[in-house]
């Protein structure tokens, strides 16, 4: 019986010149029970109201602010810098050799993070030439700055400058430089021995930007 009606149907396709094939899949209970989880937790996921939490950061216990002089016999300048802060002389910035003994830097081992000053004297250079560098050297890290901002400065009679605020990741986000426009002249950044991130050091950023704005203004030529 079963062969007679197959005959019957295949009789009837040939009449009807149609090709047709039946694939049939027969999924098992199991599977099909998982499937059907799978999607009802897709569909509730799609429609719940969950918001993602921001990246959280270690919270950073900061000290006491205090300054005190430094004030070192044979230096042309002298500035307040914090007690928790070290100054070590420096020989190179960045692979240039220091071509006067007042290269200093001021070193903050806590956050891993230090502010170059690297002092020229106008007469073996050119103002111009060394105010194009200071902005030459900031514009640098426009590649990955979202922002940069400069600030005009006139601290005293003798002692002006710019301070540059950088945002993004960058490696550093605050230089300065401060001159007299007759013979001195000197250029600060802040950098930190870490990959650039500007969220996560943006607290650290911040409280030692206050500490280079107090260098800044207690500043004076010798």
Not at 63 to 79: H, I, R, S
Request: charged share 20%.
């Amino acid at each position: 019986m079963p062969n007679k009606r197959k005959q019957v149907m295949h009789q009837k396709n040939s009449r009807n010149n149609s090709k047709f094939k039946i694939h049939s899949s027969k999924i098992p209970g199991r599977q099909l029970s998982k499937i059907f989880y799978t999607l009802f937790f897709v569909l509730a996921a799609c429609n719940s109201s969950y918001t993602p939490k921001p990246t959280g950061y270690f919270k950073i216990d900061f000290p006491e602010k205090k300054y005190q002089q430094f004030n070192q016999a044979g230096y042309p300048y002298t500035f307040e810098y914090p007690v928790y802060a070290d100054i070590i002389k420096d020989s190179t910035f960045f692979g240039d050799v220091a071509e006067n003994p007042w290269w200093i830097n001021i070193d903050f081992p806590q956050f891993s993070a230090r502010i170059y000053l690297s002092y020229k004297v106008i007469g073996q250079y050119k103002l111009d030439s060394l105010l194009n560098d200071a902005y030459n050297l900031t514009n640098k890290h426009s590649i990955k700055a979202s922002y940069i901002d400069d600030s005009l400065m006139n601290i005293t009679q003798n002692v002006h400058g710019a301070f540059f605020k950088v945002e993004g990741n960058v490696a550093t986000a605050s230089q300065f430089f401060l001159t007299d426009s007759i013979k001195n002249f000197l250029r600060g950044a802040l950098y930190f021995n870490a990959t650039p991130n500007q969220d996560s050091l943006q607290p650290v950023n911040s409280f030692l930007v206050e500490d280079m704005r107090h260098l800044i203004n207690t500043f004076r030529w010798k």
